[in-house]
């Protein structure tokens, strides 16, 4: 049958990230394709094999372009298709939900086994690039090494020169504020506010106060806040799932649990050998219940 008497309008479209997807490294197309399959099957592939991605392929849109089928006859002819390789379908599940689960609907036009359609389905993401090796530096000139104590900042000795206006008895001198300053680096450093500084190193001041520097430093390196914790790691992401469906019986499972498209259930069992049980004539069955008999008198 013409492919191109099955339907005259266009084909619609499912919603996207839906409908028909061709599956990669199939044979260029040829008029034999699908020679092997049953006219409706073949005529059936041969309209699903010449339609976009993204085109909807649900039985329902099938039975309303190609009215010379119903949708019984349909679902028939797409589970056969499954079954001799061509078509394939996989549930997955949304990312980010863990409620509702999708059907995707894979079509090749050259067949594949089953075990073909498990690695395909099943197979992990291309490995990113590797990034290209950077380029060469120079090698920088050596410098001279960092002093020992980190360097004050403006608002450091500001702090410290304002404690005398805070509390009269902390008023520090010009070479106090200098030697004192890269204490206070690392409050500074932890986002710790000029007033919760000033709190901190006047609050509760013994009466009287005999050294200011001296008071201050301990109180700088015994009352240094600790470090704010790092910040938790990303969550990696979570690759949904992949399941496959039954052909015969809608049953969901791992894509490597069907063959052919069917489940353990659906698949024909291999015919078993008949028991091979002995009969008797009527006349041995006689003489053997005439001995039975004897033998009990006896």
Request: glycine share 4%; charged share 20%; aromatic share 4%.
């Amino acid at each position: 049958m013409d492919i191109a008497q099955l339907s005259a309008a266009p084909h619609p479209l499912a919603k996207p990230g839906y409908g028909k997807i061709a599956a990669p490294e199939q044979a260029p197309r040829t008029a034999r394709d699908f020679a092997h399959l049953p006219a409706r099957e073949a005529a059936v592939a041969g309209y699903l094999d010449r339609l976009p991605d993204g085109a909807d392929v649900s039985v329902k849109t099938l039975a309303a372009v190609l009215p010379l089928w119903g949708q019984c006859a349909l679902r028939t002819a797409l589970n056969r298709l499954a079954t001799a390789g061509h078509l394939h379908r996989v549930r997955q599940r949304l990312p980010g939900d863990t409620t509702r689960w999708v059907t995707r609907t894979f079509f090749s036009r050259t067949a594949r086994d089953g075990a073909w359609w498990a690695r395909f389905t099943q197979r992990d993401a291309p490995a990113p690039t590797a990034p290209p090796p950077p380029a060469q530096v120079p090698p920088a000139p050596p410098q001279a090494p960092p002093p020992a104590t980190p360097p004050a900042s403006p608002d450091a000795y500001a702090i410290l020169a304002s404690l005398g206006r805070a509390a009269p008895a902390l008023a520090l001198s010009k070479a106090d504020c200098t030697a004192l300053a890269p204490l206070l680096v690392p409050w500074l450093a932890r986002g710790i506010t000029p007033d919760r500084i000033r709190l901190a190193l006047t609050a509760g001041l013994p009466s009287p106060v005999h050294h200011p520097a001296a008071l201050v430093r301990k109180r700088l390196e015994s009352r240094l806040p600790a470090a704010p914790p790092d910040p938790a790691p990303a969550p990696e992401p979570v690759t949904p799932p992949v399941r496959a469906e039954c052909t015969e019986c809608r049953a969901p499972g791992p894509p490597g649990a069907f063959t052919d498209g069917r489940c353990r259930a659906c698949r024909p069992e291999d015919p078993r050998p008949p028991v091979f049980t002995p009969t008797l004539t009527p006349a041995e069955v006689h003489a053997h219940a005439a001995r039975i008999r004897e033998r009990n008198r006896r």
